[in-house]
C-alpha cells in the first residue's frame, strides 16, 4: 500500500451555502475520476477556504455524495492580493496500485496553478493594439506558453509567396498547407524546420497576409493546429478569432484595442528603433487597410466575443494592461 495526496483548488461564485456545496462536490469528483479512485481508497480530506466564504463549511458535500470519510475544514492563510473565494483541497488515499497523481484545479483557482491546469487565454484585437507584446509578458509571468496565431499566418504567407502560389488556386494552397510543419520553440517559429521569425515580418509578407489569412482552406487547418496546441497545455494565444472561435471555451478572454492614431504611432515609432525608413501617414494607412480586411472577411472575421473583457490600452503601459488581466483571472 502506498500513500498519496492529492491537491487541489476551486473558486466559488457567491458566498452562498448552495454555491460552496455544489463547488466542493465538483472538485472531489473530477480528482477522483481524473485520478480514477475508488473512494474506498480515500484516508481522509481536509479543506481550506478563504475567509469570504462563511455561508457554508465544504464537508457536507461529501456526506451528500454518500461518502462516509474523515473530513476537516480550515481557514485558508489570508495573503495579500490572493484569489479570493476559494476552497483548496488536499486528498490523502491509499492504494495497492502504482498511481500517477493529477492535481485538480477548476475555474478561477486554475491561477495558482497554471503550470498543470490547463488554462486558456485568449487575447484578440486590431493590428498594433499590443497583441503580442501582453500576450508574451503575460505568458512569461504565468510561466506558460505564448501562442502568436497571427505568426501561423505569416509563416503560410512566406511559403506561398517563396513558391509564387496564386492565392486563388485553392488545391494548391490546401496542398501545400498539408505538407507544411509550424512549429514553436523558446519564442521562434519553425517553417518546415526553418527559423522564419524575422522572414516572417517583411513588408512583403505583412502586405500580403490579412489575403491568405482571409481562405477559408487556410483558416480550417490553422484553426484545428492551434486547437491541438491549445488542448493539453495551458497558453496564452493572440490573434483575431480566439475568443470567437479557437478557443470558444477560453477561461479568459481579453479584448485589446487604442486608438488606431495610437496605434499607428506605437508601431511607427518600433519601425524606426529598427532603422525602418517609413512615412507615419503610410504606417497609418497599413493598420486600417489591414483592420478592414481582418473586419470584413466573410469567414471568421476580426470581432469582439460577446463574453469577452475590453481594454483600451491607449492611455495604458503594458505592464498596467498585463496587472489589469491577472486581476481578471482572479
Ligand atoms: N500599452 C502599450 N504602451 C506602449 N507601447 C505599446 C503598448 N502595447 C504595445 N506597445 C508597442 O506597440 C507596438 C505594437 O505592439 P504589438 O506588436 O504587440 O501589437 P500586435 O497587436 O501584436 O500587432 P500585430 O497585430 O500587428 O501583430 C510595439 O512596438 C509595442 O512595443
Ligand atoms: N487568429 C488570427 C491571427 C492573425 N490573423 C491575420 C490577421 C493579420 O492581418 C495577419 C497577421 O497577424 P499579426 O501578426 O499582425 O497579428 O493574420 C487572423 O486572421 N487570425
Do not use: W
Request: net charge negative; aromatic share 4%; glycine share 4%.
Amino acid at each position: 500500500m502506498t500513500l498519496y495526496s492529492i491537491r487541489g483548488a476551486i473558486s466559488v461564485e457567491d458566498n452562498k451555502k448552495e454555491d460552496i456545496i455544489n463547488a466542493a462536490k465538483m472538485l472531489i469528483n473530477e480528482i477522483i475520476n481524473s485520478n480514477n479512485i475508488d473512494p474506498s481508497q480515500i484516508v481522509d480530506i481536509l479543506f481550506s477556504v478563504t475567509k469570504d466564504l462563511d455561508d457554508a463549511y465544504p464537508a457536507p458535500a461529501i456526506r451528500s455524495l454518500g461518502y462516509d470519510i474523515p473530513v476537516m475544514c480550515l481557514q485558508e492563510a489570508e495573503v495579500k492580493h490572493s484569489l479570493r473565494r476559494c476552497i483548496r483541497v488536499l486528498v490523502h488515499i491509499q492504494a495497492d496500485e502504482h498511481k500517477k497523481i493529477k492535481h485538480v484545479y477548476l475555474k478561477k483557482a486554475k491561477i495558482l496553478r497554471p503550470d498543470i491546469s490547463n488554462l486558456k487565454i485568449a487575447i484578440d484585437g486590431p493590428a498594433g493594439a499590443g497583441k503580442s507584446t501582453v500576450a508574451k509578458e503575460l505568458a512569461q509571468r504565468l510561466n506558460i506558453e505564448y501562442i502568436d496565431t497571427g505568426a501561423m499566418y505569416r509563416a503560410v504567407t512566406l511559403k506561398l509567396l517563396d513558391k509564387h502560389v496564386d492565392f486563388s488556386d485553392t488545391d494548391t494552397v490546401v496542398d501545400i498547407l498539408n505538407s507544411t510543419e509550424i512549429q514553436f520553440e523558446n519564442g521562434r517559429i519553425y517553417l518546415d524546420n526553418k527559423d522564419v521569425t524575422e522572414d516572417i515580418r517583411s513588408a512583403l509578407v505583412t502586405a500580403n497576409v490579412s489575403k491568405v489569412a482571409s481562405i477559408p482552406e487556410v483558416r480550417r487547418i490553422l484553426v484545428s493546429l492551434q486547437r491541438k496546441i491549445a488542448d493539453c497545455k495551458s497558453v496564452v494565444m493572440e490573434g483575431r478569432d480566439i475568443g470567437t472561435t479557437v478557443l470558444k471555451d477560453a477561461d479568459l478572454k481579453i479584448f485589446l484595442t487604442s486608438s488606431v492614431e495610437i496605434r499607428a504611432k506605437r508601431r511607427y515609432e518600433e519601425l524606426k528603433r529598427k532603422g525602418v525608413k517609413i512615412e507615419f501617414s503610410e504606417v497609418i494607412e497599413q493598420i486600417k487597410a489591414r483592420d478592414l480586411q481582418d473586419e470584413t472577411r466573410e469567414y471568421s472575421p476580426l470581432k469582439m466575443a460577446d463574453d469577452a473583457h475590453l481594454i483600451d490600452a491607449s492611455n495604458m503601459s503594458v505592464d498596467e494592461v498585463v496587472c489589469h488581466i491577472i486581476e481578471l483571472l482572479k
